[in-house]
Structures are given as structure tokens and as C-alpha cells.
């Protein structure tokens, strides 16, 4: 996959992330009062791995040739931190 591939793919991933996220506010809104807690907690945990995301995808975007690689790769690590965290989250609610 070439750069602008990758960029385009990075750029969906934000987007899902994005998305995932208002779903599990959506969900805490109609979520019983005793487990609301849980989904703040859940959502803030969310949140601070999808400033890592963008934070990542602002390196990528701005990434020189010589350094396109590892900052794919650190792009990529983040996301899939993201997605194991998402994961874990999800198959308790």
C-alpha cells in the first residue's frame, strides 16, 4: 500500500474511531443509572487513546520520507491499541 493509500485508510480509521465512541455515549444516555458510571469510565478511557490516534495521525501527515515508515508504524500501533481497547470494553456491555 502507498503512502496516500495508507493516508486514505488512516483518515476511515479516524473516522470509525470517531464513531465508536459516540455510539457508547449514545448507549450510556439509555443505559440504567447504576452501570452510567461504568460507561464514563469506559468513554473516557476511549478518549484518551483516541488523542493518541489523531496525535499519531498528525505525525503521520506531516511525516518525511526518511521517516514515513516509523510513523506509519507508531500510526498503526495506536490504532490497534484502540481497537484491543474498544474490544475489551465492548464485550462488557
Request: hydrophobic share 30%.
Amino acid at each position: 500500500m502507498n503512502r496516500e493509500e495508507f493516508k486514505t485508510q488512516a483518515t476511515e480509521t479516524i473516522d470509525d474511531i470517531y464513531s465508536k465512541i459516540d455510539d457508547l455515549k449514545s448507549r450510556k444516555e439509555n443505559a440504567k443509572e447504576n452501570v452510567k458510571s461504568d460507561y464514563e469510565k469506559a468513554i473516557k478511557s476511549l478518549e484518551d487513546k483516541k488523542k493518541v490516534v489523531e496525535e499519531k495521525y498528525e505525525n503521520l501527515n506531516h511525516a518525511t520520507e526518511d521517516k514515513w515508515h516509523e510513523t506509519k508504524d507508531a500510526f498503526s500501533s495506536a490504532t490497534d491499541s484502540f481497537k484491543k481497547g474498544f474490544k475489551e470494553i465492548a464485550s462488557v456491555f
